[in-house]
T-cell receptor
Framework: GQQLNQSPQSMFIQEGEDVSMNCTSS?????WLWYKQDPGEGPVLLIA?????ELTSNGRLTAQFGITRKDSFLNISASIPSDVGIYFC??????????????FGRGTQLTVWP | DTEVTQTPKHLVMGMTNKKSLKCEQH?????MYWYKQKAKKPPELMFV???????INESVPSRFSPECPNSSLLNLHLHALQPEDSALYLC????????????FGSGTRLTVV
């Protein structure tokens, strides 16, 4: 399957700090998605990006769809303890034989110290 | 109702048992998905149903048998599983196959002993 390279693999930060993580792909996606997963729960969609160059915010979260359509980043500003969890990027094609498949990055485990 | 409900939340089964996982949504979504997730790994797609018909089978072993009896329900029948099948099984739905707007359930934590 298609590989998404997500980095960093883990982050340990102090409450109040900003966080940045990114994803790159060897192929082009039509949609980039960012999910957060808490222990014992399913992934929850944070931000969806549809267009190359698009910059979208959701509260303290900001994500961008790279202009090459092969990368995306997620920033979290002023982190708080409830930001703890695993963050996954995912790419999606909206046509062709891969329609309906999400390709996930390996995840970034975020730990926030009070 | 904006949720995908999965039952049971936890399941322990022996290698000779037959069990089923259930997934339900009432959002009118016509695409439903089964994913398998091992600890600290991303979800891996297993099956996609579109309008109650199997659309994608990611070469999943036949000991996993999906079923979509109606547009709101998705089952995963399990038989003769192996310990390496222990994982979190996630169900998801979206308005149609190809819509990115997945809603995931909380998953069933399966342990095969």
């Amino acid at each position: 399957g298609q590989q998404l390279n997500q980095s960093p693999q883990s982050m340990f930060i102090q409450e109040g700090e900003d966080v940045s993580m990114n994803c790159t792909s060897s192929s082009i996606f039509n949609t980039w998605l960012w999910y957060k997963q808490d222990p014992g729960e399913g992934p929850v969609l944070l931000i969806a990006l549809y267009k190359a160059g698009e910059l979208t915010s959701n509260g303290r979260l900001t994500a961008q769809f790279g202009i090459t359509r092969k990368d995306s980043f997620l920033n979290i500003s002023a982190s708080i303890p409830s930001d703890v969890g695993i963050y996954f990027c995912a790419g999606h094609h909206d046509r062709g034989s891969t329609l309906g498949r999400l390709y996930f990055g390996r995840g970034t485990q975020l730990t926030v110290w009070p | 109702d904006t949720e995908v409900t999965q039952t049971p939340k936890h399941l322990v089964m022996g290698m000779t048992n037959k069990k089923s996982l259930k997934c339900e949504q009432h959002m009118g979504h016509r695409a439903m998905y089964w994913y398998k997730q091992k600890a600290k790994k991303p979800p891996e797609l297993m099956f996609v149903y579109s309008y109650e018909k199997l659309s994608i089978n990611e070469s999943v072993p036949s000991r996993f048998s999906p079923e979509c009896p109606n547009s709101s329900l998705l089952n995963l029948h399990l038989h003769a599983l192996q310990p390496e099948d222990s994982a979190l099984y996630l169900c998801a739905s979206s308005p149609r196959q190809g819509d990115y707007g997945y809603t995931f359930g909380s998953g069933t934590r399966l342990t095969v002993v």
